[in-house]
């Protein structure tokens, strides 16, 4: 594996392997609420990110995991601040910086009610880092990320060399164990086999939003049939009530 | 060992960067990624909430050139092989609009050039290099590999046409509340109008002329 790194640098399912074993002792040790410890993922790889994204002081990046239950999704990030002095930002991630976490679970529907809370507020310190987080429900995870002014520097607005990369992990891969096959045809087997467990997993998923939104539209049709009648008969009872007013006082006026 | 490791190369060179992230009125945002000279990249997006679901997407070679620029759409895919290495960059722009902010997932496929077992037909070492069994494995992989992306198409496009109908439910409720509110107040205004009209002028208090 170690001769070819330099193919497989940014290979997916490398990264997920890092982040499986990771996943195995944290699933086996997890308390809930726990905050988690940033961890420098250097197991197989030299840390590999290559998207990155410019952030200033106070600015928010969000982003947004639309995952099945039992997921564990890992961000893999690293902050590289604009040195005024050199005039350029930095080569290596810069230890100092202050980045807050805030992780929201958004409400699937209007009537959803057990999402909308902070499930995770933490500070990410050391200029670079993995944040983990297992979600037991199903759903849209919100991600913010957002800067804040170092120490001593608060009223200096930075700029910064934001690097990011996102795993998820689903449960079924977890239990499978990951072996270092020799052989080539097992290796691809082995491959693709958890990429079908990958996508079972998420068909299922996928399942269960379409029965929502088969609910929300049966609801939909069921409140314009009834919100009709009401307004039909709404306006033949307001016509009655005026009919009938106006004829008595018209009566009673003595114009008719 | 050699075969595992041009199997490797053939399945392990190409990666995937996929992402959903917010972006608010009047904001750009740029992702940046440095890429190899003569390597083939997709980059597909697609809006998934807010307004008209349309967004600006233009993409910028290191040395400033534009590749690729198209506004207000809302799903695009864009293929290109770079002429030079260097830092290539792609933004989303939603400065048009004025009080929508959108969600955009995007999703930059890198691929190698020794990913192409199809495309180098004449290449014979890599073609006796690997057995029916492994092409045919190598074909699965390719397969699944699109399931995936279709399935993940449609989990987009659910994820739209999910949120349209929820805004659609919550609209009919409102609006024939409001509909039948309407209906009673005129109902009342017009009764009250019409007798108000015929009221004695002596009880409206004006002059009276004898």
Known sequence: FKAVDG?????????????????????????????????????????????????????????????????????????????????????????????????????????????????????????????????????????????????????????????????????????????????????????????????????????????????????????????????????????????????????????? | MLTYLVFLALFGASSSIEMTFTLQEHEVQCFHEVLKKDQKFSLEYQVISGGHFDIDCNMMSPNSKTLYKETRKQYDTFHHRTVEAGEYTFCFSNEFSTFAHKTVYFDLDLGDDSTDIGAEEGDGAHATALTQLESSAYAIHESLRLVVDYQNHHRLKERIGREIAEYLCERVQNWSIGQTVLIVVVAFGQVFMLRKLFDKPANRGGKVGI
Not at chain 1, 61 to 83: G, Q
Not at chain 1, 147 to 166: C, L, R, S
Not at chain 1, 175 to 192: F, G, M, T, V, Y
């Open chain 1, 7 to 256: 193919f497989v640098a940014s290979d997916r399912s490398l990264r997920s392997r890092s982040h499986a074993e990771h996943g195995k002792q944290w699933y086996q040790r997890r308390v809930r609420g726990l905050l988690i410890a940033l961890q420098i993922s250097c197991l197989l790889l030299t840390p590999s990110l290559s998207l990155y994204n410019r952030i200033s002081t106070w600015e928010r990046r969000c982003f947004i995991e639309d995952v099945p239950d039992n997921t564990m999704i890992s961000f893999k990030w690293s902050l590289h601040a604009y040195d005024f002095e050199k005039d350029d930002y930095d080569e290596e991630p810069t230890k100092d910086s202050k980045l807050y976490l805030f992780i929201k679970k958004l409400k699937m529907t209007k009537t959803d009610t057990s999402s909308g809370m902070l499930r995770r507020e933490q500070e990410l310190k050391n200029g670079q880092g993995t944040v983990q987080f297992y979600a037991e429900e199903f759903g849209e995870y919100e991600w913010c990320f957002e800067m804040h002014p170092n120490v001593g520097q608060e009223w200096e607005m930075t700029t910064a060399k934001f690097y990011i990369d996102v795993t998820r992990q689903y449960q079924d891969e977890e239990k499978e164990k990951i072996e270092d096959a020799q052989d080539a045809i097992i290796h691809s087997l082995q491959r693709n086999l958890r990429k079908v467990k990958q996508i079972k997993t998420e068909q299922r998923y996928y399942k269960g939003r379409e029965h929502t939104f088969r609910e929300i539209s049966y609801l939909t049709s069921t409140r314009v049939l009834w919100y009709g009648a009401l307004t039909a008969l709404t306006v033949i009872s307001c016509g009655c009530f005026m009919m009938k007013n106006m004829k008595s006082f018209f009566i009673s006026k003595k114009l008719v």
